[in-house]
T-cell receptor, first 114, second 114 residues
C-alpha cells in the first residue's frame, strides 16, 4: 500500500530535550516536505527536499533541522524544542516538485512542548 | 508574493444541501494547478479535487466540483448533497512551480448537520 508513515503520532516533551520525528514514504517520491499546522494559520512549510541531499528552507524553518540521506526518509529534528513549537506536524511527499503533482500526507504528529 | 486566502473560517450546512467554500489566490504564474484537501477529525489529509489552470472546464469528482475563474483568481469548492462524512477542515492549496513550495490557505471548518 502506497503511504507516508510518520512517527510518533503523539509526543509530549520538555523544553530543550532533543527529539526526532521520523517520516518514510514507499512511493519512490522525489519531493518531501514538513509542515506545521496551527489554528487560524493553516499549514506552513518548514523545510522541503527535492531529492537526496537537497534540502531548502520553507517559510518557518527556525528551530528545525532536516536531512535527506535516503530517498524514502526525511526526518524532522528539533535540537532544542521550545513551547512555541507545540503544534501538529505533517510530513508529505510528492512524485516530483512539478506543479501537477499531488501531495500525500502522513497521519500527523501532535507535539506538545512543556 | 504568492498567497492563498480562504475567507470563511467556519461554515455549516444541512445534510443533503449544497455548500460552497471559497478560495482566492495570487500568482504571476500562467500555468499552474490548484488543489482542495479535506482533513476529517482523524487528521488524515485527503485529496478532494484538482484543477489545471489552462483547462477551461471545471473539475468534478462525484459530489465535489469547483468553480474556477482564472481571471478573478478564484477557486471555490462546491459540495452537493452534503453528507455527515463531509464534516472536516478543507484546505485550498497551490503548488508553486517557481518556488517549489506548496502553499496552503488557512482552512474552512465545515460542519454538516443532521
Amino acid at each position: 500500500e502506497a503511504q507516508v508513515t510518520q512517527n510518533p503520532r503523539y509526543l509530549i516533551t520538555v523544553t530543550g530535550k532533543k527529539l526526532t520525528v521520523t517520516c518514510s514514504q514507499n512511493m519512490n517520491h522525489e519531493y518531501m516536505s514538513w509542515y506545521r499546522q496551527d489554528p487560524g494559520l493553516g499549514l506552513r512549510q518548514i523545510y522541503y527536499s527535492m531529492n537526496v541531499e537537497v534540502t531548502d528552507k520553507g517559510d518557518v524553518p527556525e528551530g528545525y533541522k532536516v536531512s535527506r540521506k535516503e530517498k524514502r526518509n526525511f526526518p524532522l529534528i528539533l535540537e532544542s524544542p521550545s513551547p512555541n513549537q507545540t503544534s501538529l506536524y505533517f510530513c508529505a511527499s510528492r512524485l516530483s516538485y512539478r506543479e501537477y503533482s499531488e501531495a500525500f500526507f502522513g497521519q500527523g504528529t501532535r507535539l506538545t512542548v512543556v | 508574493a504568492q498567497t492563498v486566502t480562504q475567507s470563511q473560517p467556519e461554515m455549516s450546512v444541512q445534510e443533503a444541501e449544497t455548500v460552497t467554500l471559497s478560495c482566492t489566490y495570487d500568482t504571476s504564474e500562467n500555468n499552474y494547478y490548484l488543489f482542495w484537501y479535506k482533513q476529517p477529525p482523524s487528521r488524515q489529509m485527503i485529496l478532494v479535487i484538482r484543477q489545471e489552470a489552462y483547462k477551461q472546464q471545471n473539475a468534478t469528482e462525484n459530489r465535489f466540483s469547483v468553480n474556477f475563474q482564472k481571471a478573478a483568481k478564484s477557486f471555490s469548492l462546491k459540495i452537493s448533497d452534503s453528507q455527515l462524512g463531509d464534516t472536516a477542515m478543507y484546505f485550498c492549496a497551490f503548488p508553486s512551480s517557481g518556488t517549489y513550495k506548496y502553499i496552503f490557505g488557512t482552512g474552512t471548518r465545515l460542519k454538516v448537520l443532521a
